[in-house]
């Protein structure tokens, strides 16, 4: 069609306008320009119809009992286009942004360096980006730069890497169930033997490489393909590096901690292989380490710096947030385990899957041995919003844990 109204304009582009027709209309009925961007703006929501001028034209319509001009509504349908032009070009130029990213990660796995400064900068910029979803789906499904985030939570990484790669993923997941799933899949790690600098291929869940990151030491992971062909895998954290970088290395536990949080929070899958992989007792192992730490000389030389507590802080909160999804017992027993009726749900559901894997951990964590973590968390030098968290805590446990201390003494 061409201009109208005052007869002015140059003709109207809406070639690529879809027009869904009503019941009883036929093609004929919905020919001229104005009709065609009426529907078309008339379907976008109404926040926007708003945004954009729409309602307040067509309210002026009716009021004057006059049809909207073509002028008016051209001046609305152009700016429209021009707003979504810019948003492809937006979203191109971030895809490209991303792209340059994911290859600075995947070189610096590749190339094994030791120049941490590119890609600690690569890190950064994502953690930046990814907490939008959409950027985040683009990273993991379009673009493919999972794998090499993955690959850099590896003991093979500096502490700083591993703790910006944790970071990292954690935006990436946090709290979604679609993307809390891809810390479950496994991701081919480029590993080295202890014999020849050959390389030979192990695939992991990145969730199994957060846990690890939890402890000193070494831990083991076993895991079976779609073959039926289980393979191990040892992987061990190099101790000079926790003793000459102690900082350095609760920090890493405690990025490491929040990227476990943001993504086995209420899903029960994600919760399963954490328990399957003695995440819990891995947990102890960071908070027995930060308390180590707290009471150590290097310490005393610190004692500013904001590692410290953090760990406990988070660990107190995913405690609460666990005891919570399991839901509340019926009754406590005399040797301090949870009472449910038979054949009834307790207030929390405990029939769906979330809780049923919640109450496992939950039985756990009600144990003595948890009770006097979070008791610990109340140290003197701990930070308020440190004692707040781990009181609320212990305010759940507290039931549980005062039947067990009864029985013991």
């Not at 007869?7 to 004929?28: H, N, S």
């Not at 006059?66 to 971030?94: C, F, G, H, K």
């Not at 479950?184 to 600098?197: H, I, K, M, N, R």
């Not at 919003?385 to 549980?400: C, D, G, I």
């Given at each position: ?28 009925t919905v020919s001229s320009p104005s009709e065609l961007m009426i529907r078309t703006l008339s379907a976008l929501p109404v926040v926007e119809q708003d945004r954009i001028g729409f309602t307040a034209l067509m309210d002026k319509s009716k009021a ?41 990660l995947k070189s610096h796995v590749d190339s094994n360096s030791a120049d941490d400064e590119t890609v600690l900068d690569a890190l950064n910029g994502l953690e930046d980006h990814l907490s939008d979803m959409d950027m985040a789906r683009d990273f ?178 995913m405690l609460a947030d666990w005891i919570t999804e399991a839901g509340s017992c019926d009754w406590v027993t005399d040797v301090g385990e949870c009472g449910v009726e038979e054949g009834t749900a307790a207030s929390g559901g405990r029939v769906d ?57």
């Open positions: 069609g061409g201009g109208g109204g005052d007869g002015t304009g140059a003709p109207l582009d809406l070639t690529d306008v879809e027009i869904i027709l009503g019941k009883g209309e036929d093609v004929t004057s009992g006059e049809e909207a001009l073509e002028a008016d509504l051209r001046s609305l349908w152009e700016v429209r286009q021009v707003e979504l032009e810019e948003a492809m070009a937006a979203t191109e130029e971030s895809a490209d942004f991303l792209a340059a990213l994911i290859k600075t993991h499904d379009a673009l493919g730069g999972w794998p090499s985030l993955t690959n850099l939570l590896l003991p093979t990484q500096s502490l700083q890497v591993r703790a910006a790669a944790a970071l990292v993923m954690g935006t990436a997941v946090k709290n979604q169930d679609e993307f809390q799933g891809w810390i479950l899949e496994p991701v081919a790690l480029s590993l080295s033997t202890d014999t020849t600098s050959e390389e030979h291929m192990h695939e992991e869940a990145a969730l199994a490489l957060l846990t690890h990151m939890l402890v000193k030491g070494c831990t083991t992971t076993t895991t079976t393909n779609q073959n039926g062909t289980t393979t191990s895998v040892t992987l061990c954290n190099e101790p000079t590096l926790e003793e000459s970088d102690p900082v350095g290395a609760l920090a890493m536990r405690k990025k490491a901690l929040y990227a476990i949080a943001s993504g086995i929070r209420q899903n029960p899958h994600t919760q399963s292989l954490f328990l399957s992989l003695d995440g819990l007792s891995r947990l102890e192992h960071a908070a027995d380490a930060e308390a180590e730490f707290a009471a150590s000389d290097k310490h005393k030389k610190r004692p500013d710096h904001s590692s410290l507590w953090q760990l406990r802080l988070k660990l107190a909160t899957d979330v809780s049923d894997i919640a109450g496992l951990a939950a039985a756990e964590l009600r144990s003595m041995r948890w009770c006097r973590i979070m008791a610990g968390a109340m140290d003197a030098s701990a930070p308020q919003r440190v004692h707040e968290k781990a009181l609320q805590a212990l305010a759940l446990q507290a039931p549980y844990c005062a039947a067990k201390d009864k029985g013991e003494r």
